[in-house]
């Protein structure tokens, strides 16, 4: 598909309750986009991020009762039977938080993550808690994809293991996926990352979005972002990093737990629309972005976050 040109129009909402009541609403047609006309290709991006080993709901607090692999599962189901041209994906600092890290060290989280079917991660700096070497082994419980960009693992246990892009291919339309993470120096100890060289992530999303449409011609661009949504000072966000790139349709991002209602809009470096988003964390949410596609261009985004 020649991609010609980006035309968004979004429309934002909250589901409130569980996810059993969502399935219900999403089902019954509460929560809907436009009809497909002849020839138009849809394609649901499902995320999360900074789940951070919460495999049960939330016990106390304002967010009592909310959360939960089991509910988070059975939503992305149902979307999935709504919609098979569906991706899966989260944005890093999946470990540490519960006890479960403690017990188990992220081997539960990465499987339960394969059997919802997660399509793709980025790599949080917790991530790195249990060590480089506690993630390495982690890896063979993963059905899906590490992908990240601006670390280089060459002279780690990770070198060769993990992408610095990915792309995947729903109903002819080709995704391309990168991931770019925070830089590591002063928030990790350094003997847990070792010789992992962090390199600027806005350089790195440069050029892997001229590759991912370019060389591997690609009609959605996705970076999977560990940066943090914004900060005071020239520190590197994801709503810097779509100002100063090219070619990246949406960023979806972690780290600094912030929740939104509908996607951040900002012009990037050439004057074109990205969306930013994040869900908040400990599974609390699940983000969902509908990309309506005919020949030629991408028609419509239709954002929905899903409290689980």
């Not at 610095?164 to 996926?177: E, F, N, Y």
């Not at 892997?208 to 914004?230: F, K, P, T, W």
């Not at 596609?293 to 899903?306: A, M, N, S």
Request: net charge negative.
């Amino acid at each position: 598909m020649e991609r010609r040109k980006f035309i968004r129009n979004t429309s934002a909402g909250i589901v409130a309750g569980t996810a059993l009541w969502s399935n219900y609403a999403l089902a019954n047609g509460i929560i809907t986009g436009p009809e497909l006309e002849i020839g138009t290709k849809k394609i649901t991006i499902l995320h999360t991020n900074d789940t951070h080993s919460h495999i049960e709901p939330i016990s106390g607090g304002r967010n009592d009762g909310r959360g939960g692999v089991a509910r988070r599962a059975a939503l992305i189901n149902t979307v999935r039977e709504e919609n098979p041209n569906t991706l899966l994906l989260d944005c890093g600092d999946i470990f540490q938080g519960t006890p479960y890290f403690n017990f188990y060290g992220g081997e539960l989280e990465i499987k339960l993550m394969s059997m919802m079917g997660y399509d793709a991660a980025t790599i949080g700096n917790h991530d790195f808690d249990n060590s480089i070497d506690g993630l390495y082994k982690q890896l063979p419980n993963a059905s899906f994809d590490f992908v990240i960009s601006n670390y280089d693992f060459s002279n780690t246990i990770m070198d060769g293991h993990i992408k610095s892009r990915k792309v995947i291919v729903k109903d002819g339309v080709r995704i391309g996926l990168f991931g770019v993470g925070i830089q590591l120096q002063g928030l990790v100890d350094p003997k847990m990352y070792k010789e992992t060289i962090y390199n600027d992530p806005i350089e790195i999303a440069k050029d892997q979005a001229r590759l991912l449409r370019e060389e591997d011609n690609c009609d959605l661009v996705i970076c999977m972002s560990h940066l943090g949504y914004s900060y005071r000072g020239d520190k590197v966000s994801d709503l810097a990093l779509a100002a100063a790139t090219s070619g990246i349709d949406l960023i979806i991002g972690g780290h600094t737990h912030t929740f939104l209602d509908a996607p951040e809009i900002v012009k990037n470096a050439i004057g074109k629309e990205v969306m930013v988003n994040q869900v908040g964390c400990y599974g609390i949410n699940l983000g969902r972005i509908d990309f309506y596609l005919t020949e030629g261009k991408i028609d419509k985004g239709v954002d929905v976050v899903y409290e689980v």
